[in-house]
């Protein structure tokens, strides 16, 4: 892959998790989102805690927004981003017996994994310019 590419691709797939992360957590703020009736409480399954939505959707946030603007947190956020993204997948499993409504967590654990793999691969491909 040519450099160039490579660049474009790492900033889209930054992009993209960061989008996702950002709209699943001020998803979890507003009414009618996680708390409608109509919607299942997945966070039920760890505990009926009514702070974890509160939690979870301020950590999806912040690490969505660092993975984009902090390029010392990029790993460690992308990487807590998975671990969040694997507690949304055991709760939809639990909750639903199955993955039909898990594809956000899916596609958040798999461009969190993306964006780590170019990541630690960009500076080998655009070393630093030191003057």
């Known amino acids: 892959m040519s450099p160039k590419v490579r ?22 703020f507003l009414v009618g989102g996680e708390g409608s009736p109509e919607t299942p409480n997945y966070f039920l399954v760890f505990s009926d805690a009514s702070w974890l939505p ?26 807590l981003i998975m671990a969040i993204m694997l507690g949304a997948l055991y709760s939809h499993i639990q909750i639903e017996g199955d993955f039909s409504n898990a594809g956000g967590a899916i596609l958040g654990f798999v461009l969190a994994g993306i964006s780590i793999y170019m990541w630690k691969n960009y500076f080998k491909a655009f070393p630093p310019v030191v003057d």
């Open 54 to 79: 509160v939690v979870i959707g301020s950590l999806e946030l912040l690490c969505g927004l660092a993975v984009a603007f902090v390029p010392k947190l990029r790993i460690p956020a992308a990487l």
């Open 7 to 28: 660049k474009i691709v790492t900033w889209v797939i930054t992009g993209l998790l960061t989008l996702l992360m950002v709209a699943a957590g001020v998803g979890k």
